[in-house]
C-alpha cells in the first residue's frame, strides 16, 4: 500500500483559511461543487468536481503537496503527490 510521504513535514497541521471559499471561483463567476485547504498555506480552492478545479491549480503552481477538506463534517487529507488519502 501506497503512503505518503509529506504530510509529516507539512508546516502547519490545520492552516488558517485564506479565504471561506474559492477565489478563483468568484474571479470567474463559477460557484464551488466543494471546497478544499492547502495545509501549507491555506489557500481555499474547489474540487475537482467543479468547473475550475482550483484546489488542483492550485498545487499545479505551488507544488504544495496535501489538502484537506473544507466540508463541514468531513474531515480527511489528500496528498497530491502520492495520491492516496492522510
Known amino acids: 500500500m501506497k503512503q505518503c510521504t509529506h504530510a509529516d513535514a507539512l508546516p502547519h497541521p490545520d492552516p488558517e483559511p485564506r479565504s471561506e471559499t474559492c477565489p478563483e471561483c468568484l474571479a ?13 498555506c491555506g489557500h481555499v480552492g474547489c474540487c ?25 463534517g468531513e474531515d480527511w487529507r489528500w496528498c497530491f503527490v502520492d495520491h492516496v488519502l492522510v
Do not use: K, W, Y
Not at 470567474?28 to 501549507?40: A, F, K
Not at 475537482?48 to 463541514?72: I, K, L, N, Y
Open 48 to 72: 475537482d468536481s467543479s468547473p475550475g478545479r482550483h484546489a488542483t491549480e492550485h498545487h499545479a503552481t505551488s507544488g504544495h503537496p496535501v489538502m484537506r477538506t473544507f466540508e463541514p
Open 28 to 40: 470567474d463567476g463559477t460557484h464551488p461543487v466543494q471546497l478544499r485547504i492547502c495545509l501549507t
